[in-house]
């Protein structure tokens, strides 16, 4: 997941609050180092969930709106890992094809150099 900023309320001012994942879980960061919210992501059912750990006293935020941006952050790595995927298998099969037109480039150089000696015997 990259990481995204999200507009939140801290110690009663208008801030950044920079959401960051890191290991299982996604934290949030206020000026890129004071920790202020913990989301733990469970992926192991059919639709991910997280589920708050810490969250500061001082922090004010739309919890469901941070949940659902997470959410869509982490479904769209998962796509674009998808689609690395098939780019990855496609690349395989060109490779494939490459090796099967060289043995073919090299069976017909072999045909054509005994041709030639086969011509060569009967002058």
Request: net charge negative; proline share 1%.
């Amino acid at each position: 997941m990259k990481d995204f900023d999200v507009r939140v309320t801290w110690k009663g001012k208008k801030a950044k609050m920079t959401l960051r994942e890191e290991e299982e879980e996604v934290n949030g960061y206020i000026d890129g180092k004071t920790l202020v919210l913990t989301l733990e992501v469970d992926d192991s059912e059919d639709e991910p969930s997280t589920e708050e750990t810490f969250h500061h006293d001082d922090l004010e935020v739309d919890e469901d709106l941070v949940n659902d941006k997470v959410l869509e952050a982490l479904a769209a790595e998962e796509d674009d890992d998808e689609d690395d995927e098939d780019e990855d298998d496609e690349d395989e099969e060109e490779d494939e094809d490459d090796d099967e037109d060289d043995e073919d480039e090299d069976d017909d150089e072999e045909d054509e150099g005994e041709g030639e000696e086969v011509k060569e015997k009967v002058k």
